[in-house]
């Protein structure tokens, strides 16, 4: 079956880094878009940042740009977002997702992840 799994969360001080993994398998992702989304504890869930499977940006949220960077390597079946100069208002659990639609939507894409938390201390 679909499967997406995300490593990579923890704790982290304020203005610190951290790399979350992505390992997409049970089916070809060709032409999907791959997003990361993120939800803290109240709130809605969050669109971060997506990408397209050969690896075109597609779109990123106001609150990230600038600081956080999404990747892709089609030959581990891995997207990666790399976060850096964190902030607490940045911690959620982060979703990897897959969907058809370069969309901020939550509900345009088709498979999701478990989740890892991310927990930046001020």
């Known amino acids: 079956q679909v499967q997406l799994v995300e490593s990579g969360g923890g704790l982290v001080q304020a203005g610190g880094s951290l790399r979350l993994s992505c390992v997409a398998s049970?089916?070809?992702?060709?032409?999907?878009?791959m997003g990361w989304f993120r939800q803290a504890p109240g709130k809605e869930r969050e669109f971060v940042k997506a990408?397209?499977?050969?690896?075109?940006?597609?779109n990123s949220a106001d609150s990230v740009k600038g600081r956080f960077t999404i990747s892709m390597d089609k030959a581990k079946s891995t997207v990666y977002l790399e976060m850096n100069s964190l902030k607490s208002e940045d911690t959620a659990v982060y979703y990897c997702?897959?969907?058809?639609?370069?969309?901020?939507?939550?509900?345009?894409?088709?498979?999701w992840g478990q989740g890892t938390q991310v927990t930046v201390s001020s």
């Open positions: 049970g089916r070809t992702f060709s032409g999907f878009v």
């Open positions: 990408i397209t499977w050969n690896g075109g940006t597609t």
């Open positions: 997702a897959a969907g058809r639609l370069a969309s901020s939507r939550p509900d345009s894409y088709d498979y």
